[in-house]
């Protein structure tokens, strides 16, 4: 049998024009996939952020009605630092997404919009990998995403969708899962390494809520953990992981 932890991670694909990435909350993507997301704009690709919450029941310390507008403003700042102008929210409920047709439904639409042909997801595994738990947001809207990457393809689910002008994309090619413990491939981390600090720090009321270390040092930590631990199985770089699922 192969030892997975010896196989080397493939180079994401190229050949694609537009992506999506869809998560549960403001800050989801800039850990660990923001330095990829900068390289793909430096290309000239267009990346557009679908957030299913606005991370109202993110900060103890601050009530959900404050914190929402806070944390959005917190992830458009965040996103524009790696070339991403667009971001759209959903407005499920912090904290208590239901997988179900309506998520599903939401981000068929959000795919029929946007019409990528890579779509980006996170862990929709239970763990982290070993003991490590998942929040049931990031399992609801990774599993959903990965669903409604077909169901955006099909006129007769979700034909709502189609009366409101929304034809049907069966043009995703790819769904990219962000840490996931089983990845397939990687982008060099980097080019975009810089900005994905950056990008991170963008979350600050987020990150001074969590931790009592220096903000910046505390996200050029982070990433950089775990951009180094992908480097033995992508040629000695430092690299941002996905799962990659071909449609």
């Known amino acids: 049998m192969t030892d997975q932890g010896n196989d080397q991670l493939r180079p994401m694909p190229e050949d694609w024009r537009r ?7 403001p800050d989801d993507l800039e850990y660990g996939c923001a330095a990829a997301i ?4 430096d290309g000239g690709r267009e990346v557009v952020y679908t957030l299913a919450t606005r991370g109202e029941a993110g900060i103890d310390t601050i009530d959900p009605a404050t914190c929402g507008p806070l944390r959005e403003r917190e992830q458009r700042a965040s996103a524009a630092v790696v070339g991403v102008s667009e971001v759209e929210f959903l407005d499920h409920e912090d904290g208590v997404i239901e997988y179900g047709p309506a998520l599903r439904r939401d981000i068929a639409a959000a795919i029929r919009r946007h019409r990528p042909e890579l779509v980006i ?10 003991v490590y738990w998942n929040t049931p947001d ?7 995403t990965l669903d409604a990457a077909g169901d955006a393809g099909n006129r007769w689910i979700f034909p709502e969708l189609t009366e409101q002008g929304l034809e049907p994309w069966d043009g995703v090619r790819w ?3 962000a840490g996931s413990a089983s990845p397939t491939h990687a982008v060099d981390a980097g080019p975009g390494m810089e900005r994905a600090v950056r990008s991170l720090l963008e979350h600050r ?3 001074e809520a969590l931790t009592d270390q220096h903000p ?8 950089a953990s775990h951009t180094d631990a992908a480097a033995a199985r992508f040629g000695g ?3 941002v992981t996905f799962e990659v699922f071909s449609r």
């Open 175 to 177: 769904v990219a899962v």
């Open 121 to 130: 997801t996170l862990n929709h595994r239970d763990t982290w990998g070993g």
């Open 138 to 144: 990031h399992v609801a809207v990774g599993r959903a």
């Open 237 to 239: 770089r430092p690299a």
């Open 19 to 25: 992506a999506l990435a869809v998560v549960a909350h």
């Open 38 to 41: 900068a390289s793909w704009t």
């Open 205 to 207: 009321a987020y990150i």
């Open 216 to 223: 910046e040092e505390y996200c050029r930590t982070f990433l």
